[in-house]
């Protein structure tokens, strides 16, 4: 069964910086394999929502609240995902996840890391 571990949250101030990253394992998974991975994020009180994406190919999308401050990259030879987050705002804390892209059902989802952006 696949594991996803989400890592690198944090507390930071506003404009500050995190990289996250996402390592999957688990017997016969690669994340090439997986096809397109994305972070997710859910703050409290609200849904989880899809915040960037990336195919194996390098395509990219990235939800508007996070367009031009955050990146997303995968490397396939880790079987990781990582996004980078700049110019952080509070209404970016939340926990983050990543999993697949589209998200299938019943898929596991890993603990997440927290991400607290306060002054």
């Known amino acids: 069964q696949v594991q996803l571990v989400e890592s690198g949250g944090g507390s930071v101030q506003p404009g500050g910086s995190l990289r996250l990253s996402c390592t999957v394992s688990?017997?016969?998974?690669?994340?090439?394999?997986?096809?397109?991975m994305g972070w997710y994020r859910q703050a409290p009180g609200k849904q989880r929502e899809l915040v960037a994406s990336?195919?194996?190919?390098?395509?990219?999308y990235y939800a508007d609240a996070v367009k031009g401050r955050f990146t997303i990259s995968r490397d396939n030879a880790k079987n990781t995902v990582y996004l980078q987050m700049n110019s952080l705002t509070p209404e970016d804390t939340a926990v983050y996840y990543c999993?697949?892209?589209?998200?299938?059902?019943?898929?596991?989802w890993g603990q997440g890391t927290q991400v607290t952006v306060s002054s």
């Open positions: 990336i195919t194996n190919g390098g395509n990219t």
């Open positions: 688990g017997t016969f998974f690669s994340i090439r394999a997986m096809g397109a």
């Open positions: 999993n697949r892209d589209p998200v299938p059902m019943r898929a596991p």
